[in-house]
Nanobody, 121 residues
Framework: QVQLAESGGGLVQPGGSLRLSCAAS????????MRWFRQAPGKQREFIAI???????DYADSVKGRFTISRDNAKNTVYLQMNSLKPEDTAVYYC???????????????WGQGAQVTVSS
């Protein structure tokens, strides 16, 4: 089993910055891609960013140039640095990974509980 836990959410003014952390436990996730998603009230979950096991990154157009995903394998943690925040960035942010379950012998999704990010003046 892999458990993910986000932290670092909060209230920030437009133009401000926030850094989210996603700590994995139960197993190392260094060999797996890690992703960030977000879901605003009344909207579908939206892909935000991905970082592969090799460190390659990609971003949704809506956050490209403003957000940076990174990982620290020694800490089994992935980060999302959010700069130049806009009100439309307000959402619950989730980290996600897929891992091989030794019990089910299948790929399983692991999701964090979500971190609320509110961008408002």
């Amino acid at each position: 089993q892999v458990q993910l836990a986000e932290s670092g959410g909060g209230l920030v003014q437009p133009g401000g910055s926030l850094r989210l952390s996603c700590a994995a436990s139960g197993s190392a996730v260094s060999g797996s891609a890690m992703r960030w998603f977000r879901q605003a009230p009344g909207k579908q979950r939206e892909f935000i960013a991905i970082i592969t096991a090799g460190g390659s990154t990609d971003y949704a157009d809506s956050v490209k140039g403003r957000f940076t995903i990174s990982r620290d394998n020694a800490k089994n943690t992935v980060y999302l640095q959010m700069n130049s925040l806009k009100p439309e960035d307000t959402a619950v942010y989730y980290c996600q990974t897929a891992y091989f379950s030794s019990t089910t012998r299948t790929l399983e999704d692991a999701w964090g509980q979500g971190a609320q990010v509110t961008v408002s003046s």
